[in-house]
């Protein structure tokens, strides 16, 4: 059964840095959109950052475009998600998600477009 196993994650003052892994060892990486969520105290989930299948198109919420990038290593199974910057409004629970569906500009920041996620971890950003 395919599985998301995400690492990294903490605790990082404000500019800080923090980089979160997606493990997807089972995955046919290279055919699955992959996105990160996250979700905040209160808050519902929302898109960060989305890597499609197809053309290699990347796509950033407007809140961590210049701060957050996303890579893949289909090789190697595995996404990552560099955050720079880091902004106390960044803490939540952080999420990979895949997706055989092609995704698109409209559409990768809607959570029912993914059936893989992984397990969740935390970032707090804090002084």
């Known amino acids: 059964q395919e599985q998301l196993v995400q690492s990294g994650g903490g605790l990082v003052q404000p500019g800080g840095s923090l980089r979160l892994s997606c493990a997807a060892p089972e995955f046919t990486l290279d055919l699955y959109a992959i996105a990160w969520f996250r979700q905040g105290p209160g808050k519902e989930r929302e898109g960060v950052s989305c890597a499609s299948s197809g053309d290699g198109s990347t796509y950033y919420s407007d809140s961590v475009k210049g701060r957050f990038t996303i890579s893949r290593d289909n090789d190697k199974k595995m996404v990552y998600l560099q955050m720079n910057s880091l902004k106390p409004e960044d803490t939540a629970i952080y999420y990979c998600?895949?997706?055989?569906?092609?995704?698109?500009?409209?559409?990768?920041?809607?959570?029912?477009?993914?059936?893989?996620w992984g397990q969740g971890t935390q970032v707090t950003v804090s002084s």
């Open positions: 998600a895949a997706t055989l569906i092609d995704v698109y500009e409209d559409t990768w920041y809607t959570p029912g477009e993914y059936d893989y």
